[in-house]
């Protein structure tokens, strides 16, 4: 087997976007989009919303399934072969640089990493028994299951990811909950305005889940004010997360610098990292702003820059 211009590792915004640039630039990319990578389908994180309504190009919004798909087709449909199969690890060690899935071994000259973020969880006392019986870091994802649905729900979280779960839950629930650690919101003015203006969403502030209770499913949960120090138990059906995410960095194996969050370390004004021919780009290197369109605009640069080293290393 022949050595690949560019593998790219995730499928994601970042690395359908990626794909579709060096696929027009003639560099035949070889994408391994993960089989449930992190938890999630291929396309990413995306893939459990909704409703994107930031989104350039979709005035009417449209579901983030639905707009992963259409990336797919359009990398396909450009030039990208696309493989089922998640990386394993990678050898940085030396060009050309090799691939680990499963059994299969795959040199390339170059690499895009766009692997993203994975949600946070706090690994509480009866969260791993009780993980999809009623716990979940992904409302969109499971908040509209008939278990849900007329049920008192809780959201860990003070974000604007909270917020707009908790808006989301309240279509099914009906009661939500927000627990937030600080005596205020992080969230934006925006997402804030229309949580104050849904009756169904009240804030227990100061506040963290300690403990989670249930047989078969989730049934209560032990609440700490952390001003007060006083602990109660109240009656739920379902808490979901929505606490941060930590970068999806660890098959690398330390190769790359990366900073004290795990996030890849990239050149200011630019995707290049510590290694020469390996680029990072999306959620995996982006702590800040996490967004579609900010992920797919870092997409763009790590094609032009894999484009560009190409060239001069030919």
Not at 281 to 293: H, L
Request: proline share 4%; glycine share 10%.
């Amino acid at each position: 087997m022949g050595i690949e211009k560019v593998i790219i590792i995730g499928s994601g915004p970042a690395g359908h976007t990626a794909s579709i640039y060096t696929a027009r630039a003639g560099l035949s990319p070889l994408m391994f989009e993960g089989e449930m990578a992190g938890g999630v389908m291929p396309g990413g994180q995306l893939t459990t919303t909704t409703h994107i309504e930031n989104f350039p190009g979709f005035p009417e919004s449209i579901s983030g399934f639905d707009l992963m798909d259409r990336m797919r087709e359009q990398s396909i449909k450009n030039g990208t072969t696309i493989k089922t199969m998640t990386v394993d690890r990678v050898d940085l060690s030396e060009r050309p640089f090799k691939v680990y899935c499963n059994n299969e071994v795959t040199s390339a000259h170059s690499i895009i990493i766009a692997t993203g973020a994975t949600a946070k969880k706090l690994n509480l006392p009866g969260e791993e028994a009780l993980w999809q019986k009623g716990v979940s870091a992904c409302a969109v994802c499971d908040g509209g299951l008939p278990v849900f649905r007329n049920k008192h729900l809780i959201i860990v979280g003070g974000g604007d990811s909270a917020v707009e779960e908790a808006l989301y839950l309240t279509k099914f629930a009906s009661k939500v909950t927000m627990l937030v650690r600080r005596n205020i919101l992080r969230a934006s003015r925006v997402m804030q305005d229309r949580l104050n203006k849904n009756d169904k969403i009240d804030i227990l502030w100061n506040s963290v889940p300690l403990e989670l209770y249930g047989e078969d499913s989730l049934t209560q949960v032990k609440i700490k004010n952390i001003k007060t120090e006083v602990e109660s138990v109240m009656d739920i059906s379902g808490l979901f997360y929505a606490i941060g995410h930590l970068p999806n960095s660890g098959f690398l194996n330390n190769q790359i610098e990366l900073n004290n969050t795990k996030y890849i370390k990239t050149h200011p004004g630019s995707t290049k990292t510590s290694i020469e021919g390996v680029f990072a780009c999306g959620d995996v290197q982006d702590s800040k702003y996490r967004q579609a369109v900010t992920s797919a605009g870092t997409g763009c640069m790590a094609a032009m820059d894999v484009e560009h080293f190409l060239i001069t290393k030919s």
